[in-house]
């Protein structure tokens, strides 16, 4: 599966937002989207038109794309599958991005960013209920453990993991353990727990609908 590999401080400042891609360096002085404002490019400065409904419907589609860090026919499919869950298409959405396995990684405090856990996922750092699992779109369900191999705990990076990660929160659907580098589902996240940049999924799911 494809991934956007340009510079991600870019994409914050296309949307206007902060969208915490590369960790603690968003909270800091040098966050380029608090030295300068407007979007990327020549003539960045001088878009001040009213948006339309459609280009509304296209930056919260995009915003939530950038935040997950997921191509166009990737997050389709995950929008597709939230249209088939029962409820809101939207609330379901957002969910099925939670529980991804890279954001899971993510979430419990085992990466500085989602860019990074994807790459821990992917080099086989991770175990879902003992199996190792390499694919950062695998989603997790209610119970299911997610714990750093033994073989990778004895890594530097790991060992500072441990050290440092009892700073970072976890969402309350989570629990994690730091003595053993792993995590338990405790349920499905609901919409007022997931932590995210202001984002309205009712555009999305009206930006699909007119497709």
Same mark, same amino acid.
């Given at each position: 599966?494809?991934?956007?590999?340009?510079?991600?401080?870019?994409?914050?400042?296309?949307?206007?937002?902060?969208?915490?891609?590369?960790?603690?360096?968003?909270?800091?002085?040098?966050?380029?989207?608090?030295?300068?404002?407007?979007?990327?490019?020549?003539?960045?400065?001088?878009?001040?038109?009213?948006?339309?409904?459609?280009?509304?419907?296209?930056?919260?589609?995009?915003? !939530?794309? $950038?935040?997950?860090?997921? &191509?166009?026919?990737?997050?389709?499919?995950?929008?597709?599958?939230?249209?088939? /869950? +029962? =409820?809101?298409?939207?609330?379901?959405?957002?969910?099925?991005?939670?529980?991804?396995?890279?954001?899971?990684?993510?979430?419990?405090?085992?990466?500085?960013?989602?860019?990074?856990?994807?790459? !821990?996922? $992917?080099?086989?750092?991770? &175990?879902?209920?003992?199996?190792?699992?390499?694919?950062?779109?695998?989603?997790? /369900? +209610? =119970?299911?453990?997610?714990?750093?191999?033994?073989?990778?705990?004895?890594?530097?990076?790991?060992?500072?993991?441990?050290?440092?990660?009892?700073?970072?929160?976890?969402?309350?659907?989570?629990?994690?353990?730091?003595?053993?580098?792993?995590?338990?589902?405790?349920?499905?996240?609901?919409?007022?727990?997931?932590?995210?940049? +202001?984002?309205?999924?009712?555009?999305?799911?009206?930006?699909?609908?007119?497709?």
């Amino acid at each position: 599966m494809g991934r956007y590999i340009g510079p991600v401080c870019r994409l914050c400042r296309r949307e206007g937002i902060k969208l915490y891609l590369k960790g603690e360096r968003c909270f800091g002085p040098k966050c380029p989207i608090t030295k300068r404002r407007g979007a990327p490019g020549q003539h960045g400065q001088q878009r001040t038109r009213r948006p339309s409904e459609y280009a509304l419907q296209l930056r919260e589609k995009q915003k !939530l794309k $950038r935040i997950y860090g997921i &191509l166009e026919r990737q997050f389709r499919r995950h929008f597709d599958e939230a249209e088939r /869950r +029962p =409820g809101l298409t939207g609330d379901n959405l957002l969910q099925i991005l939670e529980t991804r396995l890279d954001n899971v990684v993510y979430r419990l405090g085992f990466a500085d960013s989602r860019r990074q856990a994807r790459q !821990l996922v $992917r080099h086989g750092h991770f &175990l879902v209920n003992g199996r190792k699992t390499d694919i950062p779109s695998y989603l997790v /369900r +209610p =119970g299911d453990i997610i714990a750093v191999r033994p073989q990778s705990r004895e890594r530097e990076y790991f060992q500072i993991v441990a050290e440092t990660a009892a700073s970072k929160p976890v969402p309350s659907w989570l629990v994690r353990d730091l003595e053993t580098l792993s995590g338990r589902v405790v349920s499905l996240p609901t919409r007022d727990q997931i932590d995210l940049p +202001p984002i309205n999924t009712q555009l999305v799911v009206e930006w699909y609908s007119r497709r």
